[in-house]
């Protein structure tokens, strides 16, 4: 078996699929690693790095590779280049990404999009949205840290004393606690704030205070639900009169294969003090913020809103290592004897199954 990886295309995107370390463990099954030329230079990872991998222009890998693992989805040029009957895995959009999934059926492609593991704990290890979430928390509370006009943390100095930041973190899932951990480590004052009720502790426990706004919204499979209008409502009414007292929000507040909840309202931007500062983690998915404008820094009535895109390619070194062990743990179930063998009554190959052998896999 060959498990090829291609330098990814994206714009600013920086990971690769995978690491040397990766590729060790992948020899170590009797499987060939075949990556394109540079495929981790921007990761931290020249090709020097990967003892035991072999190189070749993209081409190639893709002429070759039984398994193509990828960060993000392949265009559907270097789809039609895979060999037929090939695998791809990684994380494929696969909410509205229909064209590619046909482009997949033309190719007899088999392709398992990991952002739909289901949320179990065998499953934790495989989680490409978790590990890729912590660097995005991570990395919207640096920049807001960066782009604040204040300090962080409470500076005593013989100019004076500084107060310390207020910082919010709406969304306090996986990116969010990572955002709240990040500014707490910066010495900010920090609140977090999530629908589901079990967030409280898990903000407590970071030394951080829960905002409640008496709205509690838990769905399924861990997940939050979409608000209805009149809980939303109160979560605004109940929002904008907190924000009066903040120096930074960071959002990060999503719904499964929905557009991000709009949490903030040009109303409640106007309503913040001159200087506050909006990091919208959702910006991708539409934004928490209405006047969030992907990959964009607005200014409205003195208070900026910055959209920041793919976050994780900002500390892509980390980014790639915990990527390429989720692909690793993933893949590592499915050979057998260095041959692939994908185990379709396994729940975690059946759900994140998008096409099979070309045929689109749809599940229950
Ligand atoms: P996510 O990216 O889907 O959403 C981010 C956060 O936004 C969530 O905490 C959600 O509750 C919140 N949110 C949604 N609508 C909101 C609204 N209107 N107002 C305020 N907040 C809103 O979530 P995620 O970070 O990927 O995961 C959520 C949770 O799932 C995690 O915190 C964790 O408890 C659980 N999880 C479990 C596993 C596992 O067991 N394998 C893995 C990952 C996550």
């Keep these: 078996t060959t498990v090829g990886a291609l330098r990814e295309v994206a714009a600013g995107e920086r990971r690769v699929a995978i690491t040397p370390e990766v590729a060790k463990k992948l020899a170590g099954h009797g499987v060939r690693v075949l990556l394109e030329h540079g495929a981790g230079v921007a990761a931290g990872f020249p090709d020097r790095a990967y003892a035991g991998a072999e190189f070749a222009p993209a081409s190639q890998v893709l002429a070759q590779a039984d398994l193509l693992a990828c960060v993000l989805p392949p265009d559907e040029a270097a789809l039609a280049q895979l060999r037929e009957g090939a695998t791809v895995v990684g994380q494929l959009r696969p909410h509205g990404a229909a064209a590619r999934i046909v482009a997949l059926g033309k190719r007899k492609l088999t392709a398992f999009a990991l952002e739909l593991l289901p949320r179990t704990t065998r499953a934790q290890a495989m989680d490409v949205l978790s590990s890729q979430a912590a660097v995005a928390g991570y990395r919207a509370m640096l920049i807001a840290a960066e782009a604040c006009p204040k300090f962080f943390p409470m500076l005593t100095t013989a100019a004076g004393t500084i107060r310390p930041s ?81 120096d930074v929000i960071v959002t990060t507040a999503a719904v499964p294969g929905r557009p991000a ?104």
Excluded: W
């Design 261 to 364: 909840p709009k949490i903030l309202s040009a109303a409640m931007v106007e309503g913040m003090k001159p200087g506050a500062l909006i990091v919208d983690l959702a910006a991708e998915s539409g934004g928490n913020c209405e006047l969030t404008r992907p990959g964009e820094r607005v200014e409205h009535a003195g208070v900026v809103v910055l959209g920041p895109l793919n976050l994780p390619a900002g500390a892509p070194q980390h980014a790639s290592e915990m990527y390429a062990r989720n692909v690793y743990n993933f893949i590592e179930p499915m050979l057998k004897d260095g041959t692939l063998e994908p185990d379709f009554r396994d729940e975690l190959v059946e759900r994140t199954c998008v096409s099979r052998g070309g045929e689109p896999h749809f599940h229950s």
């Design 166 to 246: 207020r910082v919010l973190v709406i969304g306090a899932g996986v990116a969010g606690l990572q955002a709240i951990a990040t500014a707490r480590r910066l010495g900010a004052q920090t609140e977090g704030y999530d629908v589901r009720p079990e967030t409280r502790e898990q903000v407590q426990s970071l030394g951080a205070r829960f905002l409640d706004l008496g709205v509690s919204a838990a769905g399924s499979g861990g997940y939050a639900r979409e608000l209805s209008a009149q809980e939303r409502d109160a979560q605004q009414r109940a929002l904008a009169e907190h924000l009066k007292t903040v």
